[in-house]
């Protein structure tokens, strides 16, 4: 956060989408959504887990970035978020691999 | 706008750097439940598991959350350019999206205990009520910081050029979505594939 | 505050009860967390009183079992929630805003709040011992412990619940407050110390209070409403309740250690008048130790079923965490060094905080080796190596604080006579109580045991006849504290604004702090602000004296040209305290399952929020700069 010292990084100023453009975003947020459910229906083989996986931190970034304007705001807010995810990520990671290695039958 | 953000130290507004703080906060919250859910996807103890859900249904409903992110922007959009009348419908919209979301809820949950998932039934019944059940809590809170929002943008308290009230209430209604956009592919589509 | 012509909008008392309740003031709210935690800290020396007097002679009852066990749950519940956190909690709100150079925190109606909320939830704790028993499943509730345990673990629950919902609000409101908060010129590297530490801490609980937040409803889901969370019979993992519950609980080791650091590290350059060794290597080394802090949760499971490739892991994380913690010691070593120190009162516990909490941190390093770790595991050993972490080391270094900054907030000064029986004999009372335990824990006593086994032999007994004389000692000292903290106050010799020659802004506005904290918010050019407006260097590098109020925005000299100049500050509410009111019925209404009593209180909860936002401020402007905080109040209280 030693990069933030400087007076002023910006409060609401810079770029805004306008309706259209969010409605844009919306419209292909949907495709990626019915791009998900046809998983359900249609055999995918082995790329459908990462595929869906794929799919949804694209949505998530979208959401985060255009919808919560954190791609036109200052980046002590997506350090703030980043930082939450990414410590989630890791420590639950961490935790459900425990399990994964006590359960499993020693070599 | 931000009355005193000039003020601050990072030139930005308290109430903003404090929404974005607690946002940060919540993963390791819905983290955890999300991890115990994994760990008890096959845990049913003989009782209904993964196969229960309804992937049609629920795709639904997950889509209609994801559109009230839409009317949400749209409405601070709206308040941005001063327009209160149109920020309060697209506000009413977002709300009656996160109705229906939540009614939606209610319903999966009803058909579920009649097929016999109950809470009490097992380890993966547990994880999957709490873990949405507090998602559910989540919406119903965002859904009565709108009302609130509407209800005080008619009497004048919220006024043509605070929309950074409507931006706040709107950070707090897109983290509960993209909460969403997490469970719905993590609880319901990927074990619907790998277990089911 | 001018309340002039106007309606009352909002209180506009200063004194009696109606002004404390209704208070936002960041220096009222710390002191009524201070003596809130004093008399919670009377509430767990009785229970550990009773602990000891229990463990007096082997084979003795004189209190039950059962009643044993809920006591020694209390004591660690109560010390660790009621009174370490919340007392590092009083120095964060009476100092971040002077430290920083702030008039009050970002959201003064919010930091109410946290307090409230933690009274409140200290007192649906206690209510347990009334209402058919206190939680006596030790302080971690390990499940499925429950099983047995019927309304008590609820207790247990939701209680802890209320007051991690304290500290998370806490937690945001004192994160924005020194990121944004900060007076003109005062760069992170030019923050004082303990801001630091406070930053580090606050961010913390941030992280960890969600973890144990989702703990505990699955506790709560489990012991009250059936849930088989943690159900072995059904296929449920207690294992999974351990990672949740050190997932929190290692974090909040460092939460209750990282704020006496900090005090720590203002003291001791002060009370040897030298600049801190190295702040930049103490500064990340805090910020170190709070990374790392959340990578060594397995350790306390060693026993447990985590398999051998976490064991090694998580001994080699926990090893490591020893470096920048011993980095921070040495370099409170070289403040000392070559320093005039003078050794007052805070100096001495600051001195004692530094060597007790180097054996408490040494016996720590030995839980990280696997082997060892299995010897010592559940015995007193553990509980010795704690108690010299949390007492040998938080509160003393918080008692430190506690004399260091009395002057601050009463423009007196406490006994130095007084002040050194204290911490003598506190010294001498703690090694006495905890020093044997390090014997005794090795020669297999185990802990959490209502009765002490006759068959451990005389040498076993005796170290403990010692830890209990020791707490006689300890009760003595307390005494002596108790006596010199109260005739302070009353007729205390006056202390001048500025007693220990100190080094940051909190000394350069009057003592006791006027209520608007700085008239004219300083510029701040240098690290140790104070310091470097009352000395210059001289060819040699020797500090010379400059003449008092050179600098055009020292405050303490009494020039009041400015104060006539209007300061907004803000105004005091009663719905912070009156919203709070509703965590009873929401608490009790879990607890006996009563969605009535709930609704009740979650209606109560909406009803209080509303009239939180629209309340208007005393003078009119209803653009109201403190919005945030209700949302992320309600937001918080969904958990």
Request: with cysteine.
């Amino acid at each position: 956060m030693s990069a933030t010292e400087t007076e002023d990084t910006g409060t609401d100023h810079g770029h805004h989408p306008t309706a259209r453009e969010y409605v844009q975003i919306a419209i292909v947020l949907a495709i990626l959504t019915a791009l998900e459910v046809s998983t359900y229906f249609f055999d995918f083989g082995r790329i459908a887990i990462p595929l869906l996986i794929i799919l949804m931190a694209i949505k998530f970034v979208m959401v985060a970035g255009f919808f919560m304007h954190l791609r036109f705001d200052t980046k002590i807010y997506s350090r703030l978020l980043y930082t939450g995810l990414i410590f989630a990520l890791v420590l639950y990671s961490i935790t459900l691999a425990i399990f994964v290695f006590e359960r499993a039958p020693s070599a | 706008m931000a009355a005193d953000a000039h003020a601050t130290t990072l030139g930005l507004d308290h109430r903003k750097l404090a929404m974005w703080t607690f946002l940060g906060s919540e993963f390791l919250f819905f983290g955890a439940f999300v991890a115990t859910f994994l760990l008890y996807v096959t845990t049913t103890a003989g009782g209904p598991g993964v196969e229960i859900f309804d992937i049609p249904f629920t795709s639904i409903s997950s889509f209609v959350l994801l559109m009230s992110s839409l009317t949400m922007v749209l409405a601070h959009n709206a308040h941005r350019q001063g327009d209160l009348r149109r920020m309060r419908l697209w506000i009413l919209a977002t709300a009656g999206q996160g109705a229906v979301f939540l009614g939606g809820q209610v319903f999966e949950f009803t058909v579920f205990v009649k097929e016999g998932l109950v809470l009490t039934r097992s380890p993966f019944a547990s994880s999957f009520y709490v873990l949405t059940g507090f998602h559910g809590v989540h919406v119903f809170v965002g859904i009565l910081l709108l009302l609130s929002l509407y209800s005080l943008s008619l009497t004048g308290k919220v006024k043509k050029d605070q929309d950074l009230k409507t931006e706040m209430i709107g950070l707090y209604w897109h983290f509960v979505d993209i909460i969403w956009v997490v469970i719905f592919t993590v609880v319901y589509l990927i074990p619907e594939i790998a277990v089911g | 505050m001018s309340s002039t012509t106007t309606p009352k909008l909002r209180p506009t008392k200063e004194t009696g009860v109606l002004s404390w309740l209704a208070t936002t003031d960041h220096k009222r709210i710390g002191i009524l967390y201070f003596f809130t935690t004093l008399v919670f800290f009377f509430l767990g020396g009785v229970e550990s009183g009773f602990i000891r007097l229990q463990l007096a002679q082997a084979e003795q009852s004189v209190i039950s079992e059962d009643l044993y066990n809920q006591i020694f749950t209390m004591h660690g519940i109560t010390m660790v929630f009621l009174v370490v956190m919340p007392l590092s909690a009083a120095f964060f709100n009476y100092l971040i805003p002077l430290m920083i150079g702030a008039r009050d925190v970002a959201f003064p109606r919010l930091n109410a709040f946290s307090y409230w909320v933690y009274l409140f939830g200290g007192i649906f704790l206690y209510s347990s011992f009334f209402l058919g028993g206190a939680p006596a499943g030790s302080w971690v509730g390990y499940a499925p412990l429950h099983a047995t345990e019927g309304m008590s673990m609820g207790f247990y629950a939701i209680g802890i619940q209320i007051l991690g919902l304290s500290s998370l609000a806490a937690a945001v409101n004192f994160i924005t407050t020194i990121l944004n908060m900060r007076a003109p010129g005062m760069t992170f590297m030019r923050m004082p110390v303990f801001i630091w530490m406070a930053l580090v801490t606050n961010f913390l609980l941030l992280f960890a209070i969600p973890v144990i937040a989702v703990a505990l409803f699955m506790l709560q889901f489990d012991t009250l409403y059936g849930g088989q969370f943690f159900q072995p019979g059904s296929g449920g993992d207690p294992i999974l309740y351990q990672h949740l519950f050190w997932l929190f609980g290692h974090p909040e080791v460092y939460i209750m250690i990282l704020p006496a650091m900090g005090i720590v590290s203002e003291i001791l350059p002060v009370g040897s008048r030298k600049p801190l060794f190295g702040y930049a290597a103490v500064v990340f080394a805090g910020a170190a130790i709070g990374f790392i802090g959340f990578g060594v949760w397995a350790h306390h499971m060693f026993t447990s079923a985590i398999g051998p490739v976490a064991r090694s892991a998580f001994a080699l994380s926990t090893m490591f965490i020893a470096v920048p913690t011993g980095i921070k010691v040495f370099n409170w070593v070289f403040t000392m060094w070559g320093g005039k120190i003078r050794f007052t009162t805070p100096m001495l516990f600051s001195v004692g905080f530094v060597s007790m909490f180097v054996i408490g941190g040494l016996s720590g390093v030995t839980h990280a080796i696997v082997p060892h770790n299995a010897q010592q595991h559940d015995t007193y050993y553990v509980v010795a190596h704690f108690h010299y972490v949390l007492f040998g080391g938080a509160l003393f270094g918080l008692i430190a604080g506690i004399y260091f900054w009395f002057p601050k907030v009463t423009g007196k000064l406490m006994s130095e006579k007084l002040g050194k029986w204290h911490f003598w004999t506190w010294l001498l009372g703690f090694n006495l109580t905890f020093g044997p335990m390090h014997m005794s824990g090795l020669l297999g006593q185990p802990r959490r045991t209502a009765v002490l086994p006759g068959e451990l032999g005389a040498t076993v007994e005796l170290y403990n006849l010692l830890s209990s004389l020791g707490v006689i000692v300890l009760t003595g000292s307390a005494l002596v504290f108790l006596y010199n903290l109260i005739t302070s106050i009353k007729r205390g010799e006056a202390s001048g604004d500025d007693p220990w020659n100190a080094r940051t802004l909190e000394w350069m506005t009057p003592s006791p702090t006027p209520s608007v904290n700085f008239y004219r918010i300083p510029t701040i050019t240098h690290r140790d602000e104070f310091w470097h407006r009352k000395y210059a260097e001289d060819e040699s590098g020797k500090p010379v004296s400059i003449p008092a109020g050179a600098s055009d925005d020292h405050d303490s000299d009494g020039d009041d040209d400015h104060a006539e100049e209007h300061i907004h500050m803000p105004d005091p509410s009663l719905w912070p305290f009156v919203m709070c009111l509703a965590f009873f019925p929401i608490a009790y209404g879990m607890l006996y399952f009563n969605p009535w009593l709930f609704a009740l209180g979650a209606l109560w909860l909406v009803v209080g929020y509303f009239l939180w936002i629209t309340e208007p401020l005393a003078e009119g402007d209803d653009d109201d700069p403190e919005d945030a905080d209700d949302h992320a109040a309600v937001g918080a209280a969904a958990h």
